[in-house]
């Protein structure tokens, strides 16, 4: 069975493939479900492929191929069987209640690029509440809006909020607001190696960039980060 949001997503796209005889784009996808990121967009995709009703062709641009499709669609006066999996029904055990966890609230610098690197971040856009327990240590924090899924397979997509500790120095193995030659600034897993600052990706579709350390300054460490659903 499908959720509702994924019935929908499939009904949207095999329309389209009706009368266009291409898929949606993922903003297109986005704008008729009315999410707020491609993120959603992308584990709704993958959500339909695991269960077999679509199929993505590798190397090729808007390419979607639907398998199969659920028995109501297929079958004109059945109504769709939907699990109503937007929401759990009950929360996490370890879960505590919003009203009496400390926040704060920490200012959001903009976007910072998880792909190829943005211009370099300096004006706050907004506020954003964030618990207590998530800032770590001493220090100054920030947040930053995720645009790109380089780091996808670290967790973090497009759309989400990631929150930075300030800081000038980075252990191997850190995720880092990296500014690249002042002007560039980028979401990327640090490497030293040597005299060179290498700054990876988590995701297989993007190219670890090498630099001499002098061309990269760290301007902090991802310590947290935010979610919302659509």
Same mark, same amino acid.
């Given at each position: 069975?499908?959720?509702?949001?994924?019935?929908? +997503?499939?009904?949207?796209?095999?329309?389209?493939?009706?009368?266009?005889?291409?898929?949606?784009?993922?903003?297109?996808?986005?704008?008729?479900?009315?999410?707020?990121?491609?993120?959603?967009?992308?584990?709704?995709?993958?959500?339909?492929?695991?269960?077999?009703?679509?199929?993505?062709?590798?190397?090729?641009?808007?390419?979607?191929?639907?398998?199969?499709?659920?028995?109501?669609?297929?079958?004109?006066?059945?109504?769709?069987?939907?699990?109503?999996?937007?929401?759990?029904?009950?929360?996490?055990?370890?879960?505590?209640?919003?009203?009496?966890?400390?926040?704060?609230?920490?200012?959001?610098?903009?976007?910072?690029?998880?792909?190829?690197?943005?211009?370099?971040?300096?004006?706050?856009?907004?506020?954003?509440?964030?618990?207590?327990?998530?800032?770590?240590?001493?220090?100054?924090?920030?947040?930053?809006?995720?645009?790109?899924?380089?780091?996808?397979?670290?967790?973090?997509?497009?759309?989400?909020?990631?929150?930075?500790?300030?800081?000038?120095?980075?252990?191997?193995?850190?995720?880092?607001?990296?500014?690249?030659?002042?002007?560039?600034?980028?979401?990327?897993?640090?490497?030293?190696?040597?005299?060179?600052?290498? +700054?990876?990706?988590?995701?297989?579709?993007?190219?670890?960039?090498?630099?001499?350390?002098?061309?990269?300054?760290?301007?902090?460490?991802?310590?947290? +980060?935010?979610?919302?659903?659509?």
């Amino acid at each position: 069975m499908l959720t509702r949001k994924q019935l929908e +997503l499939l009904n949207f796209i095999k329309a389209r493939m009706d009368r266009d005889g291409v898929p949606p784009s993922f903003d297109e996808m986005k704008e008729a479900l009315d999410l707020r990121s491609k993120s959603g967009i992308h584990r709704l995709i993958t959500a339909l492929e695991e269960r077999g009703f679509i199929r993505r062709l590798a190397h090729r641009a808007r390419a979607l191929e639907i398998i199969k499709l659920p028995e109501a669609m297929e079958k004109p006066g059945f109504t769709p069987r939907v699990v109503e999996g937007d929401r759990p029904a009950a929360p996490p055990r370890q879960a505590m209640p919003v009203e009496v966890v400390h926040a704060l609230e920490l200012p959001v610098m903009g976007r910072i690029a998880a792909g190829v690197p943005i211009e370099a971040i300096s004006e706050v856009s907004h506020h954003v509440a964030v618990p207590g327990s998530m800032l770590s240590g001493r220090g100054s924090h920030y947040a930053l809006e995720v645009r790109g899924d380089s780091m996808i397979e670290a967790g973090i997509n497009d759309g989400d909020i990631v929150v930075i500790r300030e800081q000038n120095t980075a252990e191997n193995g850190d995720i880092i607001v990296a500014l690249v030659e002042d002007q560039e600034a980028t979401l990327k897993r640090f490497r030293r190696r040597g005299s060179m600052i290498a +700054l990876e990706a988590a995701n297989p579709a993007y190219e670890t960039r090498v630099f001499p350390d002098h061309m990269v300054k760290v301007q902090g460490r991802l310590v947290g +980060l935010i979610r919302t659903y659509s």
